[in-house]
């Protein structure tokens, strides 16, 4: 979690600085801060989104060509104007900024308290700037070298970037388990949490590793080391981003243009992965591992949140297609309950940002059982993929919006080519049905595109159920995780409380709750489950509830039961997760509107959960 920018160069920074930390409120957005030198060192922080220290900031000196910027989201010490970043030393000449954990920061703070050193804040942060000043005037050493002794010194996670009003000509950034990547300009550069405040200024990059230092100056130089002092050769990469892509395009929310994306980002999960007149699947990362993935005695998925749902989706795809018994796991659950797992599991972790800490921790327990670790993983050059033996990228684009959509579907459409894959090499799954399949997912797109055109009549029934207070959804078989994410995003969003139950299991308790005031969603869609599905309707309508039913095209039946249909195209019932995820994306969305909630940046919540 928190963002953090800067800048060194001959350009105004604050400009740069604010532009980017914008870009960065994703993650994190509960204060916000600055700091530049121009005569002084000037730092300008508050509580609040990016928006309101620019209207702290407007009345003052905000000139200088070098600065720092920080976006946060509260892990020690409450969101207020003095936890906000960027944090002084003792002296107050040099500031820092940092997205992560000081996990001994109790310890150092302690002994640096009977050194003298006063603290203001409650971070962790504040403590490791004072340590750094400790150290280089202790050991009357350079600024660089003082923080190299000082990471040395740290148990926990950091992406920091260091100003001092001592060394105006010059930036010192490091990172564990914190992502942070470098813009190589002309005799400038910009580091950020991820290429989003680089990509309209260059597209050279440097991906810094963990326990890596960047120090970096006005000359246009650029000196890497590791925290043991090994001097590091600069990898500079071209980065693959478009500006276009990071912006809302004319929509009100990114959350709305991503929903509206999705024809586009699932065509692009599948851009030369798929041949379907031929009959040909070639997905990239999974090569090499063939041989790992039908031999495994076992695949584990590992995720959290929406990336947890989709792994839900591919236990049904792969158990179905591949015959490979699969288990999935929430990370944080996996990594500290000494799970039975060795060299014959594979283990697929998803994650869209590629960053989550508990998935990361999942993926290193995994390792170190000798398990092989395949990554499923939207932003390009993120932690996980580097991390992992092998892996897929989604290519759904960047998601910005912090309640998931488009990754979601990219993340299944990746899953559902693994698990067709697998089962033709495996021969579970007989040659006819596989190019059925394969034809019936070239068409998700354009069934995407039909439904996306019933957008009034679900902001309609966004209208009626905008004041529930409890809201319902059911599903079952490959919708019963539908169910679950259709619930996760009505919470997200609009603050309802919501839940997903699979259809059948809300006879043993939800089934107590049902009365005229309560919304139940069922996604009823035609598959082998949808009598039964019918039978679930028949039980809460018998209880009054006010019933929204997902059902396909032309089904009659179910219309005369519900209270309310939204209909869309039939496909196999494998693919229906696509398919009848996106009208509840756009329930949720519209919902979250009329309540006059944030929907890209619902409160207290982030898009990339660096913390556990
Ligand atoms: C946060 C986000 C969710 C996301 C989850 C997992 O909670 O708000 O949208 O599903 O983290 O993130 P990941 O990046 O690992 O998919």
Not at 480 to 498: D, M, R, T, W
Request: overall charge negative; glycine content about 8%; hydrophobic content about 40%.
């Amino acid at each position: 979690m928190c963002g953090i920018v800067a800048y060194i160069g001959k350009r105004e920074a604050y400009p740069i600085l604010v532009k980017g930390l914008h870009r960065l409120e994703y993650r994190g957005y509960d204060s916000a801060g600055v700091a530049m030198i121009s005569d002084k060192l000037n730092v300008y922080k508050c509580k609040g989104k990016v928006a309101d220290l620019e209207k702290f900031s407007e009345s003052k000196d905000r000139k200088g060509s070098i600065g720092i910027g920080h976006t946060r989201w509260a892990t020690h010490g409450e969101p207020n104007d003095v936890n906000a970043h960027p944090h002084y030393s003792g002296s107050k000449k040099i500031v820092l900024i940092h997205n992560g954990i000081i996990e001994n920061y109790a310890p150092l703070k302690e002994e640096l308290k009977k050194r003298g050193h006063k603290f203001e804040s409650d971070t962790d942060t504040e403590v490791l700037v004072h340590l750094i000043e400790d150290i280089q005037q202790r050991e009357n050493v350079s600024l660089d070298e003082a923080v190299r002794i000082a990471l040395n010194n740290v148990v926990g996670a950091y992406a920091i970037v260091i100003l001092s009003e001592e060394n105006p000509d010059m930036l010192i950034a490091a990172k564990k388990s914190s992502p942070m990547v470098i813009g190589v300009g002309q005799e400038e550069f910009f580091i950020a949490s991820d290429a989003t405040p680089i990509v309209e200024y260059t597209k050279n990059v440097v991906y810094l590793d963990d326990e890596e230092i960047a120090i970096v100056n006005r000359k246009g130089e650029l000196q890497i080391k590791t925290i043991r002092n090994e001097n590091i050769d600069p990898y500079i990469q071209e980065l693959q981003l478009q500006l276009e892509a990071i912006e809302k395009g004319g929509y009100d929310h990114f959350m709305l243009k991503e929903i509206f994306e999705q024809p586009r980002s699932i065509k692009d999960s599948m851009r030369g992965r798929v041949n379907a007149q031929q009959g040909v699947i070639s997905v990239g990362g999974i090569r090499d591992y063939l041989q790992k993935f039908t031999n495994a005695k076992r695949i584990i998925i590992i995720g959290c949140g929406t990336s947890w749902h989709a792994g839900l989706v591919g236990e049904y795809l792969f158990e179905e297609l591949a015959r490979i018994p699969v288990e999935v796991e929430y990370a944080s659950e996996f990594r500290y309950r000494n799970p039975v797992i060795g060299e014959d599991d594979v283990v697929i972790a998803i994650s869209q940002s590629g960053e989550t800490a508990d998935t990361l921790a999942a993926i290193e327990l995994a390792k170190s059982k000798g398990a092989t670790i395949f990554g499923v993983c939207n932003v390009v050059g993120s932690t996980i993929p580097r991390t992992t033996h092998a892996g897929s990228y989604t290519h759904a684009g960047p998601e910005i919006g912090v309640a998931s959509t488009k990754a979601f579907t990219a993340q299944v459409t990746v899953l559902t080519l693994m698990a067709l894959l697998l089962g033709h090499r495996k021969g579970t799954i007989s040659e006819s049905h596989y190019r059925e399949l394969l034809s019936e997912l070239e068409a998700v797109p354009s069934k995407i595109e039909k439904i996306l055109k019933l957008n009034d009549q679900i902001k309609y029934l966004a209208s009626i159920f905008a004041d529930a207070r409890n809201f319902l959804y059911l599903g079952r078989s490959y919708t019963f995780p539908v169910a679950l994410e259709g619930a996760l995003k009505l919470k997200e969003i609009s603050y309802i409380h919501a839940e997903g139950y699979p259809a059948a299991e809300m006879k043993h308790g939800p089934i107590a709750l049902i009365d005229e005031e309560m919304p139940v969603v069922v996604i009823a869609t035609k598959g082998a489950s949808y009598e039964k599905v019918i039978s679930n309707i028949q039980e809460v309508k018998a209880r009054k509830g006010k019933v929204i039913a997902v059902v396909t095209e032309g089904d009659d039946a179910a219309k005369g039961m519900a209270d309310y249909v939204i209909e869309v195209p039939e496909t196999d019932e494998k693919l229906a997760p696509l398919i009848s995820v996106v009208p509840l994306q756009l329930l949720a969305y519209h919902i979250a509107v009329l309540r006059g909630c944030n929907v890209d940046q619902p409160r207290n919540l982030a898009k990339s959960v660096t913390v556990e």
